[in-house]
């Protein structure tokens, strides 16, 4: 596919038309000849030109007040060979999202099954309820990244975050206890499972991230069908962009209610306290970084969630290091934000710094109409 050259993007000297008479947009639909031939609708031209770098005020050279009605234009004269692809019907739709619907319960079902089995042993076989039951929640998570609204596209990379994941996963569960145990001069052993051990556990964060992707996939599911909408109905790039942006901001603290009334519920049930700071920030990083990825933009969930998981992983070691002889400036940051927040205060500060930074992302390249022109599965 041709691209539309640096000179239109910027604003630069009119387009070259040679060949083409003084017709600009048949010299236009020549560069991008096979995004035109293989649109369904005049929607994924715009949003093809969008990428491309073309701006409405490109599209008035082509004597057209936006993109929308340049890609109209450019939609109606170009030959279709083939039928438009019928469109899914309702029972289809229904039928999908009810399999998504469903699948989404898996993970917190998976959780709360597990965390009852820890309660009810101890020993070995608590060891193997634990293992068990984090394998069949990372198969459950892995199903529902893989249909339904959390599913990704094909140009992006769904194991590109993995591992970053696994950690903040693991940290949440058991890097408050390690942090406050080796600040103290422990760790004195193993964790076994429980609350009050050496390295303690804290289960209710794990329990209500897990039931949280009930609401995570209607999140991502609302937003991606409101928006679809709204780039039906709009007739500019920035009027677009401007009725995205409040639309991602909605779902986005709605989300978080959804996972505060979880958290809540998740304490209450293991009589626990419940970590709000530390597990908002946590699942608010996750959601972004999977919208993001859900949407193709997947370099930046990637680098956010390593380097979130990294200083994680600093602080601890920087705890563990200052133990050796003239290293204790190491742990000094450290201390200084655990002496202010708690051991909670560094895993609060990493994600919330890292869902913030995807959070600013997110309000620029989701509200491109670029963003939403790939269909799916049927939502």
């Not at 193997?128 to 039951?133: C, F, P, R, S």
């Amino acid at each position: 596919m041709a691209f539309v050259g640096a000179h239109e993007a910027a604003g630069g000297r009119r387009p070259v038309t040679r060949g083409t008479g003084a017709d600009p947009v048949k010299a236009l639909m020549h560069r991008h000849r096979e995004l035109c031939e293989g649109a369904v609708d005049p929607l994924e031209i715009a949003a093809g030109l969008e990428a491309h770098g073309v701006t409405d005020r490109t599209a008035a050279r082509f004597r057209h007040r936006d993109v929308f009605s340049l890609a109209e234009e450019m939609y109606a004269r170009v030959s279709h060979d083939g039928e438009t692809p019928p469109r899914p019907t309702p029972q289809e739709v229904l039928r999908a999202r009810a399999d998504w619907a469903l699948l989404t319960l898996l993970p917190g079902a998976l959780c709360a099954a597990t965390v009852v089995g820890l309660h009810l042993t101890d020993g070995r076989a608590r060891l193997t309820v634990a293992a068990v039951g984090v394998l069949a929640m990372a198969l459950g998570v892995r199903a529902i990244l893989t249909h339904g609204p959390l599913g990704t596209r094909a140009r992006a990379h769904p194991n590109a975050t993995v591992t970053s994941t696994y950690w903040l996963l693991a940290y949440a569960i058991l890097g408050d206890g390690l942090l406050g145990a080796a600040l103290a001069g422990g760790p004195d052993g193993l964790p076994d499972g429980t609350a009050n051990a050496p390295w303690p556990l804290t289960p209710a964060p794990a329990l209500a991230l897990a039931w949280a992707c009930v609401p995570a996939a209607w999140s991502a599911h609302l937003f991606a069908v409101r928006a679809r909408r709204k780039l039906t109905g709009s007739r500019g790039l920035e009027d677009f962009a401007a009725s995205v942006r409040p639309l991602l901001l909605g779902t986005f603290v709605l989300f978080l209610c959804g996972l505060t009334t979880l958290l809540a519920a998740s304490g209450a049930a293991l009589g626990e306290p419940t970590p709000y700071a530390q597990t908002a920030t946590l699942g608010a990083l996750l959601l972004l970084a999977r919208l993001l990825t859900v949407h193709g933009f997947n370099h930046a969930p990637k680098v956010v969630l390593t380097a979130t998981a990294a200083s994680q992983a600093v602080a601890l070691s920087a705890v563990f290091a200052a133990r050796l002889p003239g290293c204790d400036l190491l742990a000094t940051p450290v201390h200084t934000v655990t002496d202010t927040w708690g051991p909670g205060g560094i895993q609060t500060l990493t994600c919330g710094l890292g869902a913030l930074t995807l959070l600013l992302h997110a309000t620029r390249t989701l509200a491109r109409a670029s963003a939403h022109a790939l269909p799916g599965e049927p939502t």
